[in-house]
């Protein structure tokens, strides 16, 4: 089976260290990655999560633990909870991130959730909710982070957190295809209309990827099989992979780059089943 390749800490991408990140669902998985590896390469964050009374306990222990980690490079960081899909949060959110890190720079759309159900069994609220954490939500902090940017008359950047499934449909997960789908013209629609302003908007879509919110293939043999047997890399992908793409987005590397989602996936998006020649002749 294929491995991750070891990292090795870098001198930093330019055009990322003393940037302001905003970073939405960062307390866990894919978002903690992110805002470490920001702070990795000299980067503010401020760390958005969520606290509401059905959450598991530990979520304060995850947000502690990402501001520990994020700390230990001697970058400021700043909590701010809050519900992306309520208006009103993401005013305050965003507005409180910018006045504790003196402005922001890039916005990191990463909260999302996924409600498993068959399309003809799923209800119009649990579609809803996924719409409006997933799209609603990117929308509202984009707009907000944009009224910021255009204020500070500096540009910015935002990235946008998709999936594979934002082109690969998903069966029994039809909010949460719905909401990747529209992610990926709602990166479209701002890059294009915002091109002159100095903002650049791009997406990432992860593929399969060994999250804490993944355990239960991640911790079964069989299902994990099941699971990178898809994959033409032969393995899933780990959050610390998907923050350096994040990363590199912001970056000065990426400068020339707007509208454009790049897949983590391991070739995920390759039409695998197709890896072997086949014909109707």
């Known amino acids: 089976m294929a491995t991750a390749p070891?990292?090795?800490?870098?001198?930093?991408?330019?055009?990322?260290?003393?940037?302001?990140?905003?970073?939405?669902?960062?307390?866990?998985?894919?978002?903690?990655?992110?805002?470490?590896?920001?702070?990795?390469?000299?980067?503010?964050?401020?760390?958005?999560?969520?606290?509401?009374?059905?959450?598991?306990?530990?979520?304060?222990?995850?947000?502690?633990?990402?501001?520990?980690?994020?700390?230990?490079?001697?970058?400021?960081d700043v909590l701010v909870q809050g519900d992306v899909s309520d208006e009103d949060d993401v005013v305050r959110l965003v507005g409180m991130a910018a006045e504790e890190l003196g402005g922001i720079d890039v916005l990191v759309n990463n909260a999302g959730i996924q409600i498993s159900r068959p399309s003809h069994e799923l209800s119009s609220a649990h579609f809803d909710k996924v719409i409006a954490v997933n799209l609603r939500g990117s929308f509202l902090c984009a707009r907000e982070a944009i009224k910021q940017f255009l204020t500070d008359d500096k540009g910015g950047v935002i990235i946008n957190v998709s999936s594979v499934h934002q082109a690969i449909p998903k069966p029994d997960y039809l909010g949460y295809s719905c909401s990747k789908g529209g992610m990926m013209n709602l990166t479209r629609t701002l890059a294009l209309e915002y091109a002159?302003?100095?903002?650049?908007?791009?997406?990432?879509?992860?593929?399969?990827?060994?999250?804490?919110?993944?355990?239960?293939?991640?911790?079964?043999?069989?299902?994990?099989?099941?699971?990178?047997?898809?994959?033409?890399?032969?393995?899933?992908?780990?959050?610390?992979?998907?923050?350096?793409?994040?990363?590199?987005?912001?970056?000065?590397?990426?400068?020339?780059?707007?509208?454009?989602?790049?897949?983590?996936?391991?070739?995920?998006?390759?039409?695998?089943?197709?890896?072997?020649?086949?014909?109707?002749?």
């Open 6 to 76: 070891s990292r090795t800490r870098t001198e930093g991408m330019p055009g990322v260290k003393g940037k302001n990140v905003l970073v939405t669902g960062g307390s866990s998985g894919i978002g903690q990655a992110i805002a470490v590896r920001f702070a990795e390469h000299g980067a503010n964050v401020a760390i958005n999560y969520l606290t509401t009374p059905d959450e598991a306990e530990n979520t304060e222990e995850q947000v502690h633990a990402c501001v520990h980690r994020v700390r230990q490079e001697g970058v400021r």
């Open 196 to 281: 002159d302003r100095g903002i650049r908007v791009n997406g990432i879509g992860p593929g399969a990827t060994i999250t804490p919110i993944n355990s239960a293939w991640i911790d079964d043999p069989v299902k994990k099989e099941q699971v990178e047997s898809h994959i033409p890399m032969r393995r899933a992908g780990t959050a610390d992979e998907m923050g350096g793409v994040a990363c590199f987005l912001a970056s000065d590397d990426a400068a020339y780059i707007t509208g454009q989602t790049i897949f983590v996936d391991g070739g995920l998006t390759l039409y695998p089943s197709f890896r072997e020649p086949w014909s109707s002749e």
